[in-house]
T-cell receptor, first 116, second 110 residues
């Protein structure tokens, strides 16, 4: 499977600030997604990052809070805007449509965000 | 709502035994199902995918899907302490994101 990297791996941020998380895949992929995993919880889909168009957000997530970019087939960013302590979570990107796979999604290592 | 239900456990299994993890889902449209393993502090790792009714085997892992009963399971044979982790059942895939269950915490007792 492809190598998926995320930057930063962790960060501690102040309330009211914004953080941009980068996701890089070492090969071209069809689909990229962003998930959130709150402490002790399972994963929740935030949005599908669409190449060349606006992201598709799940219910409960909005573009103003979580703007997403996907400028090409290997890279995406998620920004967590105007952060509050409730945004403290692990944020994970995933990729699907890798060569030799069907529907499978593979995850990056995650970004652990703490908001004070 | 396309929900996925799992028993959160913990499920404790002796080393060498078969661990059986179960999952139900709420919609009849879902076609693709995935099992992920997540160690504490790590990201989910895909271990099995299943798309059609019946069994799919890969090494010590067997996934079972019954679309009529809306039920998917994962069997781990010859359980090892290294299998101790949280197992996440999910549906979706392709152009759709994944919907995850809450995960089952599996403990393999040496």
């Amino acid at each position: 499977s492809a190598v998926i990297s995320q930057k930063p791996s962790r960060d501690i941020c102040q309330r009211g600030t914004s953080l941009t998380i980068q996701c890089q895949v070492d090969s071209q992929v069809t689909m990229m997604f962003w998930y959130r995993q709150q402490p002790g919880q399972s994963l929740t889909l935030i949005a599908t990052a669409n190449q060349g168009s606006e992201a598709t957000y799940e219910s409960g997530f909005v573009i103003d809070k979580f703007p997403i970019s996907r400028p090409n087939l290997t890279f995406s960013t998620l920004t967590v805007s105007n952060m509050s302590p409730e945004d403290s979570s692990i944020y994970l990107c995933s990729a699907a449509g890798l060569a030799g796979t069907y529907n499978e999604q593979f995850f990056g290592p995650g970004t652990r965000l703490t908001v004070l | 709502q396309k929900e996925v239900e799992q028993n959160s456990g913990p499920l404790s299994v002796p080393e060498g035994a078969i661990a059986s993890l179960n999952c139900t889902y709420s919609d009849r449209v879902s076609q693709s199902f995935f099992w992920y393993r997540q160690y504490s502090g790590k990201s989910p790792e895909l271990i099995m995918s299943i798309y059609s009714n019946g069994d799919k085997e890969d090494g010590r892992f067997t996934a079972q899907l019954n679309k009529a009963s809306q039920y998917v399971s994962l069997l781990i044979r010859d359980s090892q302490p290294s299998d101790s982790a949280t197992y996440l059942c999910s549906r979706g895939g392709g152009a759709d994101g994944l919907t995850f269950g809450k995960g089952t915490h599996l403990i393999i007792q040496p």
